[in-house]
T-cell receptor
Framework: SQTIHQWPATLVQPVGSPLSLECTVE??????LYWYRQAAGRGLQLLFY??????ISSEVPQNLSASRPQDRQFILSSKKLLLSDSGFYLC????????????FGQGTRLTVV | QKEVEQDPGPLSVPEGAIVSLNCTYS??????FMWYRQYSRKGPELLMY????GNKEDGRFTAQVDKSSKYISLFIRDSQPSDSATYLC???????????FGQGTTLQVKP
């Protein structure tokens, strides 16, 4: 069966510090991968998505970047965090063929102080 | 205008009530429609998935899609306190690429 791992679960970082959040998927190949951010009481804002290694589409210009160095690994990064980067970050995957539902990790709660 | 609109609520109902949750959208290319349930501080979990127009039923849950009106609904019958959560609609034009979510509706079912 397929599983998605996202870590860390909670993170407190000072303003100006770098960020690296990692997401990996097991049990499937060539998944579509997504990073979302959710502000308190709000919906999911799509940040990046990837349909293959090295292929990244950015939805919102901002202080973040994403990379997909391996087929089932998706990384969200920032060189210098801003207070406004605080939020709940969620990674998700979708099968490349057939079913189109997305499956989510448990999320990382980031607080920038 | 947002691509997907969803009333954030909150929506409060008594136990046993029928709940209706709705989303509207503007992109006529959307073909795949999903409903997710999210408990506080957790990742969303898939409830229902439908392709194109029509109805789909799964236990107490029914999803409806009306592409002509660009309107989707989720009905919950015999609502339970354990149904209290945030419900998010999501949709996409293809099985790859962008998956867009609504703002989510917070539901509280009171015993």
């Amino acid at each position: 069966s397929q599983t998605i791992h996202q870590w860390p679960a909670t993170l407190v970082q000072p303003v100006g510090s770098p960020l690296s959040l990692e997401c990996t998927v097991e049990g499937t190949s060539n998944p579509n991968l997504y990073w979302y951010r959710q502000a308190a009481g709000r919906g999911l804002q799509l940040l990046f998505y990837s349909v293959g290694i090295g292929q990244i589409s950015s939805e919102v210009p901002q202080n973040l970047s994403a990379s997909r160095p391996q087929d089932r690994q998706f990384i969200l990064s920032s060189k210098k965090l801003l207070l406004s980067d605080s939020g709940f970050y969620l990674c998700a995957w979708r099968p490349p063929y057939g079913g189109t539902e997305a499956f989510f990790g448990q999320g990382t709660r980031l607080t920038v102080v | 205008q947002k691509e997907v609109e969803q009333d954030p609520g909150p929506l409060s109902v008594p136990e046993g009530a029928i709940v209706s949750l709705n989303c509207t959208y503007s992109n006529s290319a959307f073909q795949y429609f999903m409903w997710y349930r999210q408990y506080s501080r957790k990742g969303p979990e898939l409830l229902m998935y439908t392709y194109s127009s029509g109805n789909k039923e799964d236990g107490r849950f029914t999803a409806q899609v009306d592409k002509s009106s660009k309107y989707i609904s989720l009905f919950i019958r015999d609502s339970q306190p354990s149904d209290s959560a945030t419900y998010l609609c999501a949709m996409s034009a293809s099985n790859t690429g962008k998956l867009i979510f609504g703002q989510g509706t917070t539901l509280q079912v009171k015993p």
